[in-house]
């Protein structure tokens, strides 16, 4: 065991977790010696740890890296404390052959300046985050360490390679940017579905993870639309009628974006954003709606999909049943002005929501100043009302605790 790179180690983590590191104070530096830091010195059965032990501390010494000292009822037999030298920083970290953490915020800052404005509007948020915690020396956002700049690159990377109007197997995208099919899953993905369920505008509460991936265009598989209820799709002169696939069907979305509407008999179409309340819909007798499960996808085929369904049969309601928060709230804007089609809301009002609040999750007070700027935007004029009361009483509801 090299007992010099140990001791320094400690006493640099504890250093970079200091209130001195990050300028607030002066206090000294110390490590206590202790059995739960160093159980070996503490054994009897094992004169030479300690014996080493005091021989790095005394060579530490020499290079002032540290000062020492005894217990003042066993001295020169047990040491008490470790007191790192400040005065001579710089070459305690050559020592143990460490990059500094100013030098890992250096280059961390520098990778945030340099993407920001090549990422997604959504990670503004996130940007700022990073270089609050930058500035203040805190923990970063979303669990990164600061030793993490090529994971932070490599997210960055894969999040400007994207679109969220398309959709992408993520093994695809992984192989095209990485050269390694599983690379996004086994480096990349825990990060990113936290950095999704943080700070993306459209996540809710209770997403799944890959509902999250949706948000920014990744799936686990082919892309697929979920849909049951009474259509006939025709596709290279073939009918394809969901009549027969109960209680659902996944269409390929590449069919989907290629196929015609050949019959619609429904008298209205719901989009809807949970799967569960989904798959309970579909499992009813169900021979006037057609339900489409949206997930965290909201994509141009989806958009351009429901544009089809409307000019088929422009008299029959369109509606989307969501959460009601401020994710559900942005999906359903998406979706009417991205598909064109006059969308109402489906149990997403007042009437639903004084029933059921009660049932719902509390916001906090950061939540409810992102949902109180929706007030100012006529693009959400039809949920108004209901945002105004959400403030009162502080509660939002996801779709799941609605019944059917």
């Known amino acids: 065991m090299n007992y010099k790179h140990k001791i320094i180690n400690y006493l640099l983590d504890r250093y970079e977790h200091s209130a001195n590191y990050r300028g607030t104070s002066k206090r000294s530096v110390i490590l206590k010696v202790n059995s739960k830091l160093f159980p070996s010195y503490w054994d009897d059965s094992s004169p030479d ?3 080493s032990f005091h021989l790095a501390l005394k060579e530490l010494t020499a290079q002032n890296a540290i000062s020492y000292s005894w217990n003042k009822h066993a001295i020169g037999i047990e040491v008490d404390k470790i007191t790192l030298s400040l005065s001579n920083i710089e070459n305690v970290y050559k020592i143990v052959d460490r990059t500094p953490k100013s030098s890992l915020e250096d280059q961390l800052r520098s990778a945030v300046n340099q993407w920001h404005h090549k990422l997604p509007l959504w990670c ?5 985050a990073m270089r609050a915690a930058l500035d203040s020396k805190t923990t970063l956002p979303i669990g990164l360490k600061y030793e993490s700049i090529e994971l932070l690159l490599d997210i960055f990377k894969l999040l400007t390679s994207l679109n ?10 992984s192989s095209k940017l990485f050269g390694d099919s599983k690379y996004i899953e086994n480096n990349l993905e825990q990060k990113l579905i936290k950095l999704l ?10 997403n799944e993870n890959e509902e999250l991936l949706g948000l920014v265009g990744i799936s686990s598989n082919a892309d697929h639309i979920f849909l049951s209820g009474p259509l006939t799709l025709k596709y290279l002169g073939n009918l394809l009628n969901l009549d027969f696939f109960k209680p659902d069907v996944g269409v390929p979305s590449s069919l989907i974006a290629e196929a015609d509407i050949y019959e619609l008999r429904a008298k209205r179409v719901l989009t809807i954003e949970n799967k569960t309340t989904f798959y309970l819909l579909a499992s009813k007798e169900n021979t006037d709606t057609l339900l489409i499960y949206l997930g965290g996808f909201h994509n141009q085929v989806r958009q351009k999909f429901l544009a089809k369904l409307w000019a088929s049969a422009p008299n029959i309601e369109f509606a989307h049943w969501g959460d009601i928060d401020l994710g559900g709230f942005k999906i359903f804007q998406l979706l009417s002005t991205g598909s064109g089609v006059p969308i109402v809301p489906y149990k997403m009002d007042l009437e639903t929501y004084h029933t059921f609040y009660t049932h719902g999750q509390e916001m906090t007070h950061e939540y409810m100043s992102k949902l109180k700027l929706l007030l100012n935007s006529e693009e959400y004029l039809v949920f108004h009302s209901l ?4 403030l009162v009483k502080r509660f939002r509801l996801e779709q799941e605790v609605i019944p059917l």
Do not use: C, Q, Y
């Open 197 to 206: 369920r943080k700070f993306h505008p459209l996540t809710n509460f209770n």
């Open 124 to 128: 503004n948020e996130f940007i700022e």
């Open 387 to 390: 945002i105004r009361e959400m």
């Open 164 to 173: 969220s109007n398309d959709v992408i197997p993520k093994r695809v995208i």
């Open 49 to 51: 740890f300690r014996n």
